[in-house]
């Protein structure tokens, strides 16, 4: 019952936050929006070239930048503190500042791009859309005691849907192939089917019907279809990365009571095992596809260097969330209009889940030129440049 009660005692105190604060629209369908258009309005061209036709993004909260803000869902950020540190305010981007995907965007010289609930013309689709959702998970049913949100397969729905749409503007299928084919996917995503899925025993049965490699080989599987389904629409360029630690984020840190300067061992070695069958997985569709690239990003190892060696980037602490309540900060996430750690670049996780625009920024840069212990078979430049 302890998932259960700690989810309860989680919702009662957003909605008693939500009342005192003056907002009742929380898990409505009709929720304020602060902006629009996950960032894209007012957002310039960065100052590299750009290298990309476009970039379509899927994935879950650590790349969501406003999906959420329109479904009634408990997973939502379009609220301050979020966005503290982002030049437009709460967006619906679960974090301080910029996500990954905002940072690597600059490096390919594209402007922020538009998350999907906002399109509504096929001239905002042209450099690209963001699909993610927050509680999203590869399942179909990962983050459903959250509320509404888009899994993986109906991102990919919602993209096939967009591309047809844009395929008749376009006017010829060669003009289509040429686009997509100069195109990018970024897929990060399989956080909540561990944490948001697996790992609450008592609000999912997965636990009981897989251990944690049959798991694993379910996720990969399901990751799988999905993939080929964008291979099929056209996409011909893929950026996949691995699952972070999960078992060092403040939210498992706490739920666990783990010692100072300790992660949760069986969470990493669950995530491993997800990690281990991706790559393999992307050897396996590199080899089956030719004239496509699929890239692995290595997202555990980065970030769990940065997790055991702080100082070497900067940071000061590296198991408590910057806005959050209870242990480590990571029992109850950032509620609205909490007042978060004021030295943020010193922080590496922002709230109780997601990590603060620092740590995106490292991530960002070492998926763009980082070596190949970073990125298998090469990095995203040398993927574009082919």
Known sequence: MKDYQQRLLLLQIIILASFKHGSSS??????????????AVGSMVGAQPQEVSAMFVFG?????????NYLASWAKSNYEPYGIDFNQGPTGRFCNGKTIIDLLGDLLGLPYIPAHASVYKVEMMQRGVNYASAAGGILDVTGRDLGDRFSLGQQVGHFIENMNQMGKEMGTKTNMSEYLSKSIAVVIIGSNDYINNYLLPTLYATSYYYRPDDYADLLINHFSEKLMELHSAGLRKFFLAGVGP????PNQL??????????????????????????SLIDSLNNKNPGAIFVYGDTYGAFNDMIKNPSKYGFQVNDHGCCGLGLNQGQITCLPNATPCANRKEYVFWDAFHPTEAVNSILAHRAYLGPPSDCHPMNVKQMVQI
């Open 26 to 39: 929380i898990v409505t369908k009709n929720t304020r929006v602060v902006h629009d258009y996950g960032g």
């Open 254 to 279: 706490a739920n666990n009571f783990v010692p100072h300067r300790q992660c949760v061992l069986y969470v990493n070695q669950m995530v491993q095992m997800f990690n281990v069958r991706l790559r």
């Open 246 to 249: 999960l078992g060092c984020i």
């Open 60 to 68: 879950d909260s650590l790349v969501d930048n406003g999906n959420n």
